[in-house]
């Protein structure tokens, strides 16, 4: 998996990595049996953390801050939101 910086800036203060997983609750698993690897999921993530790495879709976990919005666009509802606890 390749490594994707985000950069915002921040006033007088320049710029800094926008962390958006330091919130998460929920996290995305792709469901590889489901999964046709169509990448709608990959076009409706606000914040860019699901990619296309060969034939494969992927999530970055260092970004993705577990809206939902990827699992409620899947078209196959191959997208479990799993608690970042373990559980649903």
């Known amino acids: 998996m390749r490594e994707r910086k985000y950069i915002t800036p921040v006033g007088d203060e320049g710029i800094y990595v926008l962390d958006t997983a330091s919130w998460r609750n929920f996290r995305p698993v792709i469901n590889k049996d489901k999964c046709t690897n169509c990448g709608i999921c990959s076009s409706y993530c606000p914040v860019n953390s699901i990619y296309k790495e060969g034939k494969e879709i992927g999530i970055s976990m260092?970004?993705?801050?577990g809206c939902g919005v990827c699992a409620n666009e899947c078209p196959k509802k191959a997208i479990d939101m799993i608690s970042e606890g373990g559980e649903i």
């Open 62 to 65: 260092k970004y993705c801050k």
